[in-house]
């Protein structure tokens, strides 16, 4: 069965580091992009970071940039979100999503469970 576990979500002070890990299995991970989103009580969903499959590529929130670092480990199946000068706003839970877009295959979307980061004041 396919799973992304998330991992590393928790307490942390204004202006402190966090490190989220995605864990992924049951499907091949390589072939997938791999993203981060987070969500906020009473917002939408919204995307906070992504990587292409290779790894070659990378975008973010115009809010997270020059914070947070998306990086993969095919070896490992695991995908991570490096999360620095930690806000207030950045308080959501964090949901892993992996991505295939390579037509003719038709595009496929999984979903970690997510991991709840609450950043103090």
């Known amino acids: 069965q396919v799973q992304l576990v998330e991992s590393g979500g928790g307490l942390v002070q204004f202006g402190g580091s966090l490190r989220l890990s995605c864990a992924a299995s049951?499907?091949?991970?390589?072939?997938?992009?791999m993203s981060w989103y987070r969500q906020a009580p009473g917002k939408e969903r919204e995307l906070v970071a992504a990587?292409?499959?290779?790894?070659?590529?990378?975008n973010y929130a115009d809010s997270v940039k020059g914070r947070f670092t998306i990086s993969r480990d095919n070896a490992k199946n695991t995908v991570y979100l490096q999360m620095n000068s930690l806000k207030s706003e950045d308080t959501a839970v964090y949901y892993c999503n992996a991505y295939r877009k390579t037509p003719p295959l038709p595009p496929r979307n999984y979903w970690g469970q997510g991991t709840q980061v609450t950043v103090s004041s």
């Open positions: 049951g499907f091949t991970f390589s072939n997938y992009g």
């Open positions: 990587i292409t499959s290779t790894g070659g590529s990378t």
